[in-house]
């Protein structure tokens, strides 16, 4: 399924440009805690609605960026440098 994905740096560009880097997740803090580890390796919560992720403007000008994106319509809600994305308008999973 094609979209426009908008880069922070690019502008408006067909998905097509773009790498899927996966979901923003949370980095494990505490190293012996192999539970956590293997949670946020292997895990996903795969969400049905808004969900952060990572995006790589391969065809452009290779910069990693984020995304908040409507995984069930498929709707870009917002783009932002990594770490810049604003607070959630809806709670995951809506
Ligand atoms: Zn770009």
Known sequence: MSFILSCPNCGPRAV???????????RARTSGDERALFHYLYFRTNTGGDQREWWFHSSGCREWFQAERNTTRNEVLQVARPGELAPSREPAGG
């Open 16 to 26: 097509d440009e773009y790498a899927y880097g996966g979901e923003v997740t949370e």
